[in-house]
């Protein structure tokens, strides 16, 4: 397909050639070749302007005693793109990701989700309607089977009401078979699946991050927050979650990902924010952020 | 010789469904409740006293159940939202409270009086008291256990597994933690009332001195005897702690040449040694599963 040579992809490719880059790159061209609904994402840059975006926040401010973790912060994520959120060490950003999410509820700021307002939800709401986090240390349920995290993560489950649990047993069953199919196919994708009678806590970093990622699709969400995915992860790994991400945002999957990988934000994103203490610093596609003095100062140093 | 077997069947069965309700709490959902016997008092109080009023046995257990699951529901609104150690202080609070209000509001309870000549159930079916109550206590036990083993492997069980594994994970993932808590907290404090019911028709006489702290933590010995977040473990502790105790109660005092308070004490030193022996060489419980305290976090 010709409009892989405007993909952000290959121009971030072109500053460097990077072994692990190239290889992604690779897999994209021919998956890309194999599918006809390619995404047509660089045909539109910036991503369309005639959609509204599906997450806008706005003036979000968090102070923490009397340090502005996040000052002022802006960040929007274009239906269908996989964002990045950059920064140095302590810049704000997985506090702006508990913001988001209200893990921690803003001072003040207005946050947009899918056309509706949800900085005043309770987190769990805010997963219901579409928008699904994951941490930077990855958290799984130990003590419960990796079949069973997955399970959890499914959405208005008929069981889940105490009441149902008596009267509607056989429906109980029938979703549980669907849901268990479901979560299968998702721990193949993800090399898992001969894992899914272990308990959870027997699995290695890298396979946990899998299994968070896993878990956040079962949940089939509009958007998924990754807090460094490729974190403690090995290159191989980091290949595969890079995979991973490009094949289910192909299927309609936003993301916006917290990563200090460099090459995984270059290779992924359309668009990236770079936060520094607290305040956006930059926005761009990665070529843009890459080259831009400022964001080279503050955070790539030198 | 039968009728003290009967005696501790009862005995045990009470405690096994009061260690029902604490190990839905603790075992599944990781709240910690230590003012578990709150729930078994309010439970008794109710049963015998409405009881006493002429309202059917019946009605008068479900009442108490479900005034202890309102407890629940006041102990769990104003603190199921904070971290998880304010719980254990509130509950123990609330069950000295609750004990204390037995003891003083006299119009109703006749305080340290006690509550005598209520009426019990299957009192006048033919064959002996204690036997029809012992076949009833079994039979509640059954039924409650049957139903928790189908809640905790539904769905909602899930839930409350994972709350107890990591609420923020829950949280994720879009389920109400706080709803969820509530409803387990609830539902193991109504279970302790219907085992406050039994305990008064065992005893059938009640005090507020019957409802002391101490007994919720025995029942906690029981459960993490046998094994948290197993239903069996649970009952099996309450057989285990029962069977322990009438043991040294006979057995001791024809070894150990010692007065009875020392003897009382004896025997709870070895239980607590018995536990401190358990939790270094078996941590999980008797029933618990080893391979469950290998994993990390």
Not at chain 2, 22 to 39: E, K, M, P, S
Not at chain 2, 109 to 117: A, E, H, P
């Amino acid at each position: 397909m010709a409009n892989n040579s405007h993909n952000p992809l290959n121009s971030a490719s072109d500053e460097s050639p990077n072994g692990n880059r190239q290889r992604l790159l690779e897999i994209q061209a021919q998956t890309a070749n194999g599918s006809a609904n390619t995404k047509a994402r660089a045909e539109t840059e910036p991503p369309r302007p005639a959609l509204p975006p599906l997450l806008a926040a706005s003036g979000l401010c968090k102070s923490f005693g009397g340090i502005a973790a996040v000052d002022n912060a802006e960040i929007q994520v274009a239906q269908g793109s996989i964002t990045g959120l950059i920064g140095p060490n302590g810049a704000g950003k997985t506090t702006l990701f508990n913001l988001l999410s209200n893990f921690i509820s803003p001072d003040r700021g207005r946050i947009i989700f899918d056309g509706e307002p949800i900085q005043s939800l309770p987190p769990h709401q805010i997963a219901q309607r579409g928008m699904v986090r994951t941490f930077q240390v990855a958290r799984v349920l130990s003590r419960l089977s990796v079949m069973e995290n997955m399970l959890l993560a499914a959405q208005k489950q008929t069981g889940e009401n105490f009441w149902s649990v008596w009267w509607q047993a056989q429906q109980i069953q029938r979703e549980e078979r669907q849901l268990r199919e479901q979560a299968t196919a998702i721990l193949e994708s993800i090399g898992l699946a001969h894992m899914a009678s272990a308990y959870a806590g027997a699995l290695s970093g890298g396979q946990r991050k899998l299994l968070e990622m896993g878990r956040a699709l079962m949940a089939q969400p509009k958007l998924i927050l990754l807090d460094e995915p490729a974190a403690g992860v090995n290159p191989t790994l980091i290949k595969e979650i890079c995979d991973r991400i490009i094949t289910w945002n192909r299927e309609g999957l936003s993301f916006l990902i917290i990563e200090h990988n460099m090459d995984v934000i270059m290779s992924l994103c359309d668009r990236v924010w770079v936060l520094a203490e607290g305040r956006n610093l930059a926005v761009g596609t990665p070529e843009e952020i890459q080259n831009n003095p400022q964001v080279l100062e503050a955070y790539l140093g030198q | 010789m039968f009728g003290y077997l009967v005696v501790l069947v009862i005995s045990a069965a009470t405690y096994a469904l009061f260690g029902l309700g604490l190990n839905l709490q603790w075992g599944f959902t990781g709240l910690i409740n230590f003012g578990h016997v709150a729930f078994m008092t309010v439970g008794a109080y109710t049963t015998v006293l409405l009881s006493a009023q002429g309202v059917p046995m019946a009605i008068a257990v479900l009442i108490g159940a479900a005034l202890a699951a309102i407890l629940g529901l006041l102990i769990g609104l104003s603190t199921l939202r904070l971290r998880e150690d304010y719980l254990a202080i509130v509950t123990i609070g609330v069950s000295e409270l609750i004990r204390l209000v037995v003891l003083n509001e006299e119009w109703l309870t006749r305080g340290t009086f006690g509550v005598q000549g209520f009426p019990l159930p299957l009192a006048n079916l033919n064959g002996d008291y204690k036997t029809n109550l012992m076949i009833l206590s079994l039979l509640v036990l059954g039924l409650v256990f049957w139903g928790l083993e189908w809640l905790v492997k539904s769905p909602w069980g899930r839930v409350l597994k994972a709350i107890r594994e990591d609420e923020q994970v829950a949280k994720a993932l879009g389920k109400n933690v706080f709803w969820y808590k509530l409803q387990s907290f609830m539902l193991g404090g109504a279970i302790a009332g219907v085992a406050g019911a039994f305990y008064a028709w065992q005893s059938t006489t009640i005090y507020p001195s019957s409802f002391e702290p101490l007994i919720t933590f025995n029942v906690w010995t029981m459960v993490v005897l046998g094994g948290a977040g197993s239903n069996l473990g649970t009952i099996l502790g309450a057989v285990i702690f029962w069977g322990y105790d009438s043991l040294t109660r006979f057995v001791l005092p024809q070894i150990i040449q010692l007065d009875d308070a020392r003897l009382g004490a004896l025997r709870i030193m070895i239980i607590g040694l018995i536990l401190m022996v358990l939790m270094v060489w078996r941590p999980q419980g008797i029933l618990g599963k080893k391979e469950e305290l290998t994993l990390g976090k």
